[in-house]
């Protein structure tokens, strides 16, 4: 057994000088073939080893006992595995409203905001300079008066007229013409009632009222100043905290995994808060420059919650019930694949235990586990690195 031992270190000698021995090679992919050729190597190196020690083991029955590994374990147990998409998104506002004047504007003569104000449906926000208006109002009012006499004479003459001629008094012709009078009076009534009217309402859009309920978030308008619809930016603007979104880009190789409906996991991180939600709705075009598509999520009522917070959002795009899963810091790989090492008892012993395993989906610090492992295994999750096949173990902590 020592000459078997001896000559496999005198080969792996050899081969090592072989591989790496001479003159350095000048270019990477020759490196890289070197590298990869004395991994090879010590790889067999070890498992040779591995199975010398065990042999020795076996067949050396004046050996003493074979060192201890101290370990820890997690016993296996069937659950649900889920995988998620993790993105960054923001809360947004669904009702945002950018007030403008509705006439063309004017001079801000009072103004009764101001900036971070909660505002509601039909609040007067400020009022513009309305001599002009009132003018108009009055010079109408005045007008409407005139018409009104003038129309009442009119259908009083008519009346009168009428009786008369029902009486057989009078002619036709009179009882036309005094209609026909009437009739324009009426008429002349009516267009002053019109302009009227639009002088009231000329008066009214001196009144900046709020369209939503919501919050002041922006108010770069002062008394004096004038307010208008032609501002480079929105002198008013009215968002609605209670109605909230969270927005996100997801890159587009998800295009096929994310669609509407799909269940979501939204961290608020400055408030340490999380709820679940569900995506209302999933764009279907690649912006070109981020190559990602559009979500949005409907947020329900919170007072926590404010428009442009940070969200962590994770999308749930596959689950598995009854799913076996290790911590992906226990995977080792050699020559044939994956593999784990497990508590098992041998003969009232408890030893390590190689287990070559099949891995599916990983997220966080888990992989699942296709094949190779049952629930109940003991997996050793702390103290596995250098175990051998066989090696006696002690459970830790």
Request: charged letters at 20%; glycine letters at 8%; proline letters at 3%.
């Amino acid at each position: 057994m020592k000459k078997k031992g001896t000559a496999l270190v005198i080969s792996a000698g050899l081969l090592l000088a072989a591989c790496g021995g001479g003159q350095p090679k000048d270019t990477l992919a020759q490196k890289k073939e070197t590298l990869d050729s004395l991994k090879k190597v010590q790889q067999k190196i070890n498992d040779d080893i591995a199975r010398l020690q065990d042999d020795i083991a076996k067949l050396d029955t004046t050996a003493t006992t074979q060192k201890s590994a101290l370990v820890s374990v997690d016993t296996l147990i069937a659950g649900n595995f889920t995988h998620y998409i993790d993105l960054q998104g923001k809360v947004e506002a669904v009702n945002i409203s950018y007030v403008t004047p509705r006439n063309g504007g004017g001079q801000v003569k009072a103004l009764y905001i101001t900036k971070g104000q909660e505002v509601h449906k039909g609040q007067l926000l400020l009022k513009l300079d309305d001599v002009l208006q009132q003018q108009s109002l009055k010079a109408a009012q005045q007008q409407v008066a005139s018409a009104q006499a003038l129309a009442d004479n009119y259908a009083d003459v008519y009346r009168r007229r009428k009786n008369l001629f029902d009486q057989g008094i009078g002619t036709e012709v009179q009882l036309n013409a005094d209609k026909t009078a009437m009739d324009n009076s009426q008429s002349q009534l009516k267009q002053a009632q019109a302009q009227l009217k639009s002088a009231q309402e000329q008066l009214d859009f001196t009144n900046v009222y709020s369209d939503v309920n919501g919050v002041a978030e922006d108010v770069n308008v002062r008394v004096g100043e004038i307010f208008t619809a032609s501002a480079p930016t929105p002198q008013i603007k009215i968002v609605n905290t209670t109605d909230l979104k969270v927005t996100a880009q997801v890159p587009e190789n998800y295009l096929t995994k994310v669609n509407v409906g799909d269940n979501v996991v939204i961290n608020f991180p400055d408030i340490n808060k999380t709820i679940t939600a569900k995506i209302s709705i999933a764009g279907k075009v690649i912006d070109p420059n981020s190559r990602s598509f559009y979500i949005e999520v409907h947020l329900p009522a919170d007072k926590d919650l404010r428009p442009n917070q940070i969200a962590n959002v994770k999308i749930q795009d596959y689950t598995a019930a009854n799913a076996l899963s290790v911590p992906v810091n226990t995977l080792q790989t050699d020559d044939k694949g994956k593999f784990v090492y497990a508590a098992v008892n041998t003969n009232g012993k408890l030893v390590a235990k190689k287990k070559p395993i099949t891995i599916g989906q990983a997220y966080g610090d888990k992989v699942q586990v296709l094949s190779g492992l049952e629930a109940g295994d003991n997996i050793i999750t702390e103290g596995f690195q250098g175990l051998y096949d066989g090696q006696p173990l002690t459970i830790g902590r």
